[in-house]
């Protein structure tokens, strides 16, 4: 029998495009210098004019409006744009693409999805996102381990990653295969643990293969009767908190997908790192959240998403009533000092597009510095890389972006990201 190549057409034509790369990010070692005619301070909100930035390897040397040019120092000029930190999606699903969730992670391979998933992450760190959670993979196993590990690695392009592997559910849970006949048994999206015991089980399993955080559905599925939003807990409290202890132990944090109560008030009380989607949080919810300082993720863009794609008219008026609610909901949220990171939940709708999720949480009512604070302060702290990124100072990665005009006055800017660097190595200019 004739042998096969070791690499399929396919395989080959794919590593030669993810691999591929400019003049400047093969040597990125020596010093380069960005300049602009603007430079976002992202902690004071000061837009220093114009801006530079001196980069040595992967890391900033110096910040300001002037910054020292080092003999043979590779000078970009950026012209009239405002340099800032990547950008930082605190929820992403790699391993997701449009389409119905339930037959892409039936009818497509684990392989075939971990490549789309590496392509996905290219797209994002295009769009200028040089930073993701990726809020488990949809039936993909630890499949993302390998994709961040190849991105660490130097081998793929795509932002830095922090993944949880499959995310845990209950048995007929919110990501369970519960519109297909029985008889099949098709496989839930999620790994199944059904009490405390078998939570610590799946934990343990997960961080074995390589997940840096916890991801758990904590509610679903939710409904909205008489304009009023429900949805029912999975796991208790005590359930809840043997999982967030354990994965202290190993010194990993949980995030849960909370959509309202009394879900959320379990997780605020166990301590979990983020209530993601945070749709209804009572009062008592928040306060915890606030002193304690568990970010609320909005994910305001899956819904708009949803609810413009929505398959029935009565769909549709759901979807939007869902949205209207949540739009609600947030000003209470923000008005009670609830902390907010931004995530946007892409995969449902297309990777590299989720910088609206920053234009929506400015038109529901934050301000685009503070949505810009709120995705770059809080989520350089969600994802553990305070102090490494979300903000241009010296000593921090090297982690840039330039886009047109002043993010501060016109957060739509955001979706016209025309240089990216990330480490220190240009990969869109």
Same mark, same amino acid.
Not at 42 to 63: D, F, M, N, Y
Not at 88 to 95: E, K, S, Y
């Given at each position: 029998m004739k042998k096969r190549p070791l690499f399929s057409a396919l395989t080959f034509v794919l590593v030669c495009i993810l691999t591929s790369r400019t003049q400047s990010q093969t040597e990125s070692a020596h010093s380069i210098v960005l300049h602009a005619s603007r430079l976002l301070d /992202?902690? =004071? +909100? #000061?837009? *220093?004019?114009? +801006?530079?930035? %001196?980069?040595? +390897?992967?890391? %900033? $040397?110096?910040?300001g409006t002037r910054v020292a040019h080092p003999p043979g120092a590779e000078i970009i000029d950026l012209g009239d744009s405002t340099l800032l930190p990547g950008l /930082?999606? !605190?929820?992403?699903?790699? @391993?997701l693409h449009p389409g119905a969730e339930d037959l892409q992670t039936v009818e497509e391979s684990v392989p075939r999805r971990t490549i789309l998933a590496v *392509? !996905? $992450?290219r797209a994002d760190l295009m769009a200028g996102f040089t930073a993701e959670r990726d809020m488990g993979t949809e039936g993909a196993g630890s499949a993302d381990t390998a994709v961040r590990n190849a991105i660490d690695q130097g081998l793929v392009p795509g932002p830095r990653l922090r993944i949880s592997g499959n995310a845990i559910d209950i048995l007929g849970g919110h990501e369970d295969a519960n519109h297909f006949n029985p008889a099949q048994h098709v496989l839930s999206n999620a790994t199944y643990a059904n009490n405390s015991a078998e939570l610590v089980t799946a934990i343990r399993e997960q961080l074995k293969e390589g997940a840096d955080f916890i991801k758990i559905y904590e509610t679903g599925p939710d =409904?909205? #009767?008489?304009g009023r939003f429900s949805t029912i807990y999975q796991y208790t409290e005590a359930e809840l908190s043997a999982a967030v202890q354990e994965a202290a132990r190993s010194g990993k944090r949980v995030a849960v997908h909370a959509t309202g109560e009394p879900g959320t008030l379990y997780a605020a009380r166990c301590g979990v790192v983020s209530i993601d989607h945070a749709n209804q949080l009572g009062e008592e919810t928040m306060r915890l959240m606030r002193e304690k300082g568990i970010f609320a993720v909005p994910t305001f863009t899956i819904f708009e998403y949803f609810s413009e794609h929505a398959d029935s008219p009565e769909q549709r008026a759901h979807d939007r009533q869902m949205m209207d609610l949540h739009a /609600?909901? @947030?000003?209470?949220q923000l008005a009670a000092g609830v902390p907010m990171a931004a995530g946007s939940d892409v995969g449902p709708f297309p990777h590299g597009t989720q910088a609206r999720e920053l234009e929506l949480m400015v038109k529901y009512g934050m301000t685009p510095l503070a949505a810009l604070q709120a995705d770059l302060l809080n989520g350089a702290k969600l994802l553990g890389w305070q102090g490494q990124i979300g903000e241009l100072k010296a000593g921090y990665f090297a982690d840039v972006i330039a886009v047109p005009g002043d993010p501060t006055q016109d957060i739509g800017v955001l979706e016209k990201v025309s240089f990216v660097m990330k480490g220190g190595v240009v990969y869109r200019r």
């Open positions: /992202i902690e =004071t +909100g #000061r837009v *220093l004019k114009p +801006g530079e930035v %001196l980069v040595q +390897g992967e890391r %900033l $040397a110096e910040v /930082i999606d !605190a929820h992403v699903h790699l @391993f *392509l !996905a $992450a =409904t909205v #009767r008489d /609600i909901e @947030f000003r209470k």
